[in-house]
């Protein structure tokens, strides 16, 4: 009996690896699809000055519009992007999306604000990526100041020459750089002084407790010295309540981005919010202020 139960469990085991497979391949196959007949869509998250209460930058964010499943999220899909070896596809497209939108805000009079996109570590190892950022800047008329490039302390780690680098050449184009989720990887607070990055995005994960007891608060004040102390810029990413933003202000990181101030917008709203401010975001940074 024993044995024929193991014999079941080894059965279920390839099948459970055969449906994955099967959904693994459809899932590919979709992603494919998904180029040809436009299904990415970038949504913009407000980042907002809470000492001035308005928005002064913006992240753009992907979303893929699967055709029976709705709309996803980058993270359930962009790893098998990457190990489809299409991440440089996507990445342009975010690109050139981005730099459409801001053409288009540019000539309708729109007051603009710097554009940050997600570069993913698989993109930086490519040769082509300072010459396909310029030209697209350039073919759209963008000037370099409008776009920042948020890269994860992984490609920070590497710590080579080659790194060095491509992040000095993005530079010296005139891009800025964000080390996004920073504090999660393996920090090294050797590259930040290697490396031209200009802002520190303090993670979700720190800022979740920062208003509580435990050592977050902690953290996020050291975070935020250090940051001050090296003349970097500072965003808060995640931040939800009112009480996580009064914590943060006192200690000096004014611009935050969180579900308390807007989710990630579409187009449309997000250019409403450029034009108009945010709906609330006067009285809600006057409270917290
Ligand atoms: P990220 O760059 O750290 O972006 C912030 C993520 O946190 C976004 O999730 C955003 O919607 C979410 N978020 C913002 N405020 C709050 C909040 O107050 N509470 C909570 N719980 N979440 C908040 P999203 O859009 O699902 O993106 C997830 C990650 O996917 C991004 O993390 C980024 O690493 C990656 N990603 C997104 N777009 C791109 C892209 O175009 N290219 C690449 N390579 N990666 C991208
Ligand atoms: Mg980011
Ligand atoms: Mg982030
Ligand atoms: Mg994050």
Same mark, same amino acid.
């Given at each position: 009996l024993r044995r024929r139960g193991e014999n079941d469990a080894i059965q279920c085991y390839t099948e459970q690896m055969k449906v994955d497979a099967l959904a693994r391949l459809s899932m590919e196959s979709a992603l494919r699809k998904a180029f040809e007949g436009d299904q990415f869509a970038l949504v913009y998250q407000p980042k907002v000055d809470a000492d001035r209460g308005c928005v002064v930058g913006g992240e753009a964010l992907v979303r893929w519009h699967h055709p029976t499943e709705g709309v996803v999220g980058p993270a359930a899909f962009i790893p098998l992007i990457e190990e489809m070896g299409l991440i440089g596809q996507l990445g342009q497209w975010v690109l050139t999306r981005a730099c459409e939108d801001i053409a288009r805000w540019c000539r309708d009079g729109v007051p603009l604000v710097p554009i940050a996109v997600n570069l993913s570590a698989l993109q930086f190892? %490519?040769?082509d990526l300072h010459e396909s950022i310029r030209d697209t800047l350039a073919a759209h008329g963008v000037a370099p100041e409008m776009i920042e490039l948020e890269v994860t302390e992984s490609i920070l780690m590497r710590d080579t020459r080659a790194t060095a680098e491509v992040l000095e050449g993005l530079h010296g184009l005139g891009l800025s750089l964000a080390v996004d989720d920073f504090g999660t990887g393996y920090s090294s607070l050797a590259y930040l002084k290697r490396f031209a990055v200009d802002t520190l995005k303090i993670d979700r994960s720190f800022v979740q407790d920062c208003a509580g007891t435990g050592q977050d608060p902690a953290i996020v004040r050291a975070i935020i010295a250090m940051a001050q102390s090296l003349g970097m810029a500072l965003v808060a990413e995640g931040v939800e309540t009112e009480a996580q933003a009064r914590v943060l202000q006192a200690h000096g990181c004014a611009v935050m981005q969180g579900y308390l101030f807007? %989710?990630?917008?579409?187009e449309a709203d997000f250019r409403a919010a450029l034009c108009d401010g945010l709906p609330g975001a006067d009285r809600l940074c006057a409270r917290v202020g």
């Open positions: 190892g %490519r040769q807007a %989710r990630p917008l579409a």
